[in-house]
């Protein structure tokens, strides 16, 4: 089983549309959480991190559930810029000495 | 959010030589930073995590030999790529971590290589 688990997509919505991914991971001692963007041909930048008691950020909305070691992210009123690929990422924790553990990304279309 | 410099940007060179690609933390200190490779249409994969002042742990199948990592400030660390072959070529993209371990890591704009 991967540490970091995501569905590769791609979604295709509509614009206006509201879509959700999960990210699931196995260490249950991870600490922290990220999801970050990346666009075609550049490099990943951070979108929110994921907290414990759940993130907003405008149209973005991050949860953490960590009985079920997953954490989600939810688009909004989604827009054509959201056009990209979705990377979860897991702070692995001490046991991992603090790595940083990529999932493979969910790309994510939106069509007008 | 925190500003991470990488250079070059892009770089074509021809098979047998060394590339040198440097990735600089502008605005905090680093004192974690993470080299990263990613062929076409698949994820960043892990090549090695330096902390500054100390060597570099290689991912298993990166050869350290072959992937010179240096970090020798906090600010700075370099990746050489020697003897290059056309199958390195690829996107290099470092990041940088500094303050507590569980803080997110930051981006440079990465480094498209290519060997012929």
């Known amino acids: 089983r991967k540490e970091v688990e995501q569905d590769p997509g791609p979604f295709n919505v509509p614009e206006g549309a509201t879509v959700a991914f999960n990210c699931t991971y196995s260490?249950?001692?991870?600490?922290?959480f990220f999801w970050y963007r990346q666009d075609c041909r550049k490099e990943p930048k951070l979108l929110m991190s994921?907290?414990?008691?759940?993130n907003e950020d405008g149209r973005f909305t991050a949860q953490l559930n960590r009985a079920s070691q997953y954490i989600s992210l939810l688009i909004r009123d989604s827009k054509l810029s959201d056009s990209a690929t979705y990377l979860c990422?897991?702070?692995?924790?001490?046991?991992?000495?603090?790595?940083?553990?990529w999932g493979a990304g969910t790309k994510l279309i939106i069509k007008p | 959010g925190a500003v991470v410099s990488q250079h070059p940007s892009w770089v074509i060179c021809k098979s047998g030589t060394s590339v040198k690609i440097e990735c600089r933390s502008l605005?905090?200190?680093?004192?974690?930073m993470f080299w990263y490779r990613q062929f076409p249409k698949q994820s960043l994969m892990l090549m090695a995590t330096?902390?500054?002042?100390?060597?570099?742990?290689?991912e298993q199948g990166v050869e350290k030999d072959k992937f010179l990592i240096n970090h020798a400030s906090l600010t700075l660390s370099t990746l050489t790529v020697t003897s290059a072959h056309p199958e390195d070529s690829s996107f290099y993209i470092c990041?940088?971590?500094?303050?507590?371990?569980?803080?997110?890591?930051?981006f440079g704009q990465g480094t498209r290589l290519t060997v012929v």
């Open positions: 990422v897991v702070n692995g924790g001490l046991d991992s000495n603090y790595q940083l553990i």
């Open positions: 990041s940088a971590r500094g303050g507590a371990s569980d803080t997110e890591a930051f």
């Open positions: 260490n249950s001692a991870s600490q922290s």
């Open positions: 605005d905090f200190q680093a004192t974690t």
């Open positions: 330096s902390n500054e002042g100390s060597k570099a742990t290689y």
């Open positions: 994921v907290y414990s008691s759940g």
